[in-house]
């Protein structure tokens, strides 16, 4: 791995980009180099004398395959942070004489149409590529390596993290969607977007089992033999399956390497889970392994530093990422460059409780696959680079996932297990089938460095682990837009992202002509203003007919706005089980390169509901349309006393308890997040028939809450 930056438009260019590559210093300590429109310099270069140049070109180096300084230069200028491991073959099949990936990436870019070029190559990169007046940015279309940009005062900045382009003073930053390409015209500064498929989950495999597990057995075996380096390099270990079979295959191939695994030591916690699976493992198979146990004073003095390094204060993120760091700290110090990782298991062979709970299993795979540069990715490149070691996922290899997302649903997770083949594949492989039939343990929690946080959190007197990290990282850590309904799951959804430090910078409310809209709610849809301004936040309103197509080109108009106008990075939805709605827009999000948050997708719908009263949220029945209701409940508010009516409605007519289906709709009056509570001063309850009907709130005002 590498850093790269460009700035395009920007004066004093040459001083910024120093500034960009000294915040990006660590991710490559091997040579640092600039391009300007006539000249390429290498530094230290005590002679060289900077001019006035708007556009340049930064890179700083962290060398495992040869010794080559970038940026490079030929037709076009480029720098990269590549991982390339076919580039032997594409040099041989092109006959260009190359002396590393990226070489043989410029070589590539300055001769072939692009699509071409990123078909042809098989690994990690993110690139910045200048001919003439044009510049390209891309990236591989997981995301494994990062690649930020702005478009700000009129200029056009890229850089491998995000920090690089905060130190130079700009706000409004963007990660590149590992989907989309960028093409930057230099003379009119116009940027157009060019779009990639991503991977398919059809058709299915249909050949013998024996011959499935034999064929993935393979792709996996060519996925880690691929990226074993010549370089010392270790693997990042708990003793679950994906590390295991990471670690077993690296054995059977005869490499020298190291396992780590780092954990709390403290003595008011019990022994941590994965401390104990890694003896076990490490023992039976002879693996070498290091333990790292951290006390509780030493992470409370590392989170000033690793809560901005990450540039999150998610609970969730800081948890994974240290035990991450620990043991990247601990590998480094060893001397190691490369580190295995087995991020990515899970989603392509099914391993969380939402592909348990999901009617279409690969489908979930997918769309846990589009988020991971957002969710996981961009964490651990930055921990890693931070300690200049190159994170590398096997998992994530380009022909394993391709081929994992069209093992049918079936031989993922049977009745008995999840990730069922790839637990086969391990059996077949001689792994014994204790170390086969591990569950599915957070790092976090494993670790017990989740337990860490709280007890420092208690220990500061504050009441959450959110509002403790908050303190090492005031911005906020991504600008939102929420799917607003005016009811409990889109409120509640709003108010789990704001906990977890989020900044929620609008609402988006699409109202519907069409009462039997498919994708949105309609009752007291005008209400919705109000519930914004006792939030305090602004609200975007956009009409649709709701024809079932339209309504989602009238969606995609209005997250465009959310996006000109607030600036948001991404959206948060209330879905809980509805994958006709949550797909469209996932579909529409990475169309836009906007991150997509589902934080109720898959929560059990009693508990919801328990959740929302628990947090003093007072909410209405709006609308009914099911079996069993009737006009007693329109305007009736939730409680645990209709909660528990609710559940008896589900057993005696299969309702769904959350209104899901379209069973009821709600709408709330007051919320933690309210400045001020709603009250109704008029309303009516209008009966279709006997078991449907809405509650038509005609008017109402926001009051001082008691």
């Known amino acids: 791995m590498c850093g790269i930056t460009g ?54 180096l962290h060398a495992l395959v040869s010794h080559v300084p970038q940026p490079l230069r030929q037709k076009g200028t480029l720098v990269a942070n590549c991982e390339i491991y076919n580039w032997k073959e594409l040099a041989k099949k092109y006959t260009i004489p190359a002396h590393n990936d990226s070489t043989l990436l410029l070589a590539l870019l300055d001769s072939l149409p692009l699509s071409t070029v990123l078909d042809e190559l098989d690994g990690d990169y993110a690139f910045i590529y200048w001919n003439g007046n044009q510049v390209i940015a891309a990236r591989d279309i997981i995301g494994v390596k990062p690649l930020w940009y702005t478009t700000e005062h009129g200029q056009f900045a890229l850089a491998s993290e995000k920090k690089a382009l905060t130190a130079l003073g700009y706000d409004r930053i963007q990660e590149l969607n590992p989907r989309t390409i960028l093409h930057y015209a230099l003379p009119d500064k116009k940027i157009t977007e060019e779009k990639r498929l991503f991977y398919s989950i059809t058709p299915e495999h249909s050949i013998p089992a024996e011959q499935l597990r034999k064929e993935l057995q393979e ?53 941590p889970k994965d401390e104990a699976q890694a003896r076990l493992v490490a023992e039976h198979l002879h693996l070498p392994l290091r333990i790292i146990k951290i006390p509780l004073t030493e992470i409370e003095t590392l989170l000033p530093t690793l809560v901005p390094l990450i540039e999150d204060s998610n609970v969730t993120k800081v948890g994974v990422a240290l035990p991450f760091y620990f043991a990247s700290k601990a590998a480094a110090a060893d001397g190691v460059r490369v580190l295995l990782s087995g991020l990515g298991s899970e989603e392509i062979f099914a391993g969380y409780e939402r592909h348990k709970k999901s009617t279409n299993i690969n489908n979930e795979c997918l769309s846990g696959l589009l988020k991971l540069y957002e969710r996981d990715l961009y964490r651990d490149d930055v921990i890693t680079m931070y300690h200049t070691i190159e994170l590398r996922v096997p998992f994530l290899d380009r022909a394993l996932i391709s081929y994992a997302l069209k093992i049918p649903a079936s031989c993922k997770i049977t009745d008995t297990e999840d990730k069922a083949i790839l637990r086969a594949v391990c059996r077949d492989l001689g792994i014994p089938p204790l170390f086969t039939q591990t569950k599915k343990r957070a790092a976090q929690y494993g670790s017990n460095f989740d337990k860490a946080l709280a007890k420092l959190a208690k220990q500061a007197g504050m009441a959450t682990k959110s509002a403790y990290l908050l303190q090492y990282y005031q911005p906020r850590n991504l600008k939102l837009g929420v799917l607003f309904s005016s009811g409990k799951d889109s409120m509640y959804a709003l108010h789990l992202m704001h906990r977890q430090n989020y900044t929620i910078s609008c609402l988006i409310t699409i109202k519907s002509t069409n009462k039997d809209s498919y994708m949105f709610h309609t009752p007291n849809i005008d209400l919705a203003p109000l519930q914004a301004e006792a939030l305090g936040i602004p609200i975007l309103m956009h009409s649709t007919q709701g024809t079932k197509e339209g309504e989602l080109t009238d969606l995609k108009d209005a997250l465009l706005k959310a996006q000109q106008t607030h600036h948001i990075d991404g959206v948060v ?20 390169g906007l991150k997509i948050f589902s934080p109720l997708w898959h929560k059990d719908q009693e508990q919801e509901l328990r959740e929302l009263i628990d947090t003093g949220f007072e909410i209405i029945i709006s609308s009914i349309a099911a079996d069993g209701f009737g006009e007693k409940w329109l305007g009736k508010q939730l409680t645990l006393k209709e909660i528990n009516e609710l559940l008896l409605l589900h057993k005696h007519f299969d309702i769904n308890i959350a209104g899901e289906g379209g069973e009821y709709e709600s709408f709330v ?9 709603i009250v109704i001063t008029e309303a009516t309850a209008l009966m279709h028939d006997t078991h449907s009907g809405i509650y038509s709130i005609t008017k109402a005002h926001l009051a001082e809450k008691p």
């Open 669 to 677: 009056l007051d919320a933690p997040l309210f400045k001020k509570r």
């Open 7 to 60: 700035l395009f438009h920007v004066p004093d260019a040459e001083t910024k980009i120093q500034k960009a590559l000294s915040t990006l210093a660590c991710r490559g300590k091997d040579g640092t180099g600039i391009a300007t429109p006539s000249d390429i310099i290498l530094f230290p270069d005590i002679t060289y004398t900077p001019k006035k140049n708007i556009h340049i070109l930064g890179h700083c």
């Open 219 to 271: 792709k996996i075996l060519q996925a880690v033999k691929k990226r074993i380096p010549d370089a010392q390099f270790g693997i990042l270990f708990s003793g679950g399956i994906d590390s295991t079979l990471l670690a077993f295959l690296c054995q059977q191939l005869g490499k020298t390497f190291t396992c780590y695994t780092a954990v709390v030591d403290h003595p008011a916690f019990s022994d």
């Open 573 to 592: 939805t209330g879905a809980l089980y509805s994958t006709y709605q949550r797909d469209r827009i996932e579909k529409i999000c990475d169309e836009l």
